[in-house]
Nanobody, 124 residues
Framework: QVQLVESGGGLVQAGGSLRLSCAAS????????VGWFRQAPGKEREFVAA????????YYADSVKGRFTISRDNVKGSVYLQMNSLKPEDTAIYYC?????????????????WGQGTQVTVSS
């Protein structure tokens, strides 16, 4: 069982930046693909970004491409989401998810473990 804890959310003005962190309870994050998803009020959960277990392959939703960067530190057991040029439409609860696989995964159903989420609010 892997527990994931997100942190780094908060309130920021449009155009600002935030860095989200996802910490895993496992001693090593090696072997796990990780993804970030978000859910805004009244909307379905949507894919944001994903990274494979080595960190060499990443994938982004079109809506965040060029503004968000996903990265990882397997020694520290953490995955990060650097969010720049934030927009009000980025407001949502952000969740990280993990699955033990060598593939990269961008569908919510492909993930086994989920964190509790961290709120990101972007004011206009």
């Amino acid at each position: 069982q892997v527990q994931l804890v997100e942190s780094g959310g908060g309130l920021v003005q449009a155009g600002g930046s935030l860095r989200l962190s996802c910490a895993a309870s496992t001693n090593s994050f090696r072997g796990y693909a990780v993804g970030w998803f978000r859910q805004a009020p009244g909307k379905e959960r949507e894919f944001v970004a994903a990274i494979n277990w080595t960190g060499r392959t990443t994938y982004y939703a079109d809506s965040v491409k060029g503004r968000f960067t996903i990265s990882r530190d397997n020694v520290k057991g953490s995955v990060y989401l650097q969010m720049n040029s934030l927009k009000p439409e980025d407001t949502a609860i952000y969740y990280c998810a993990a699955v033990y696989t060598t593939d990269i995964v961008w569908t919510a159903t492909g993930y086994t473990y989920w964190g509790q989420g961290t709120q990101v609010t972007v004011s206009s």
